[in-house]
T-cell receptor
Framework: KQEVTQIPAALSVPEGENLVLNCSFT??????LQWFRQDPGKGLTSLLL?????REQTSGRLNASLDKSSGRSTLYIAASQPGDSATYLC??????????FGQGTRLTINP | NAGVTQTPKFQVLKTGQSMTLQCAQD?????MSWYRQDPGMGLRLIHY???????DQGEVPNGYNVSRSTTEDFPLRLLSAAPSQTSVYFC???????????????FGQGTRLTVV
């Protein structure tokens, strides 16, 4: 059974810093891994999708990596801004149609 | 584009009442799912559908029913609400199976349900 863990649960950094969010999973035989952003009281917004055959994916200031052998994915945020404050969730695909989520990292960027 | 639309956004039910959470998508996606999000538990899969007329159970299906009569709609029914069903419910859709190449899941804005 796939289990996904995100550490730390909360992170607070000053504006402008580069930062890394961590996601680990127990079953290395994953298909794809998806990173989401969730604002308070809102739904999930897809940030990046990494296919199992890829090692990283980039979108703007975001870069996600995937290392299946070590069971880890990281989300790198460059030059953080207050608008980046949100909860970040990673999810691994299990079976045909199940997303297994971590519990998220609540990120606060301080002006 | 509307994407995935969930109604209502908020709902308070009394124990034992029934209700239906609505989910509609306008992207012609075959695959749809329902998740619930609870503090400390993350999001967990309730039911999913791989096309009209086809549904299957997820991780936490007890107390919930689903049906899929059209591609666009995937309602979630609570037959007899219990306080343990207090949660935020999210509907998601994807055009192809999530394990396929370059397939993302798209989520609705959620329904916050309180059962008293």
């Amino acid at each position: 059974k796939q289990e996904v863990t995100q550490i730390p649960a909360a992170l607070s950094v000053p504006e402008g810093e580069n930062l890394v969010l961590n996601c680990s999973f127990t079953d290395s035989a994953i298909y794809n891994l998806q990173w989401f952003r969730q604002d308070p009281g809102k739904g999930l917004t897809s940030l990046l999708l990494i296919q199992s055959s890829q090692r990283e994916q980039t979108s703007g200031r975001l870069n996600a990596s995937l290392d299946k052998s070590s069971g880890r994915s990281t989300l790198y945020i460059a030059a953080s801004q207050p608008g980046d404050s949100a909860t970040y969730l990673c999810a691994a695909i299990q079976g045909a149609q199940k997303l297994v989520f971590g519990q998220g990292t609540r990120l606060t960027i301080n002006p | 584009n509307a994407g995935v639309t969930q109604t209502p956004k908020f709902q308070v039910l009394k124990t034992g009442q029934s209700m239906t959470l609505q989910c509609a998508q306008d992207m012609n996606h075959e695959y749809m799912s329902w998740y619930r999000q609870d503090p400390g538990m993350g999001l967990r899969l309730i039911h999913y559908s791989v096309g009209a007329g086809i549904t299957d159970q997820g991780e936490v299906p007890n107390g919930y029913n689903v049906s899929r009569s059209t591609t666009e709609d995937f309602p979630l029914r609570l037959l007899s609400a219990a306080p343990s069903q207090t949660s935020v419910y999210f509907c998601a859709s994807s055009p192809t199976p999530l394990r396929g190449a370059r397939t993302e899941a798209f989520f609705g804005q959620g329904t916050r349900l309180t059962v008293v």
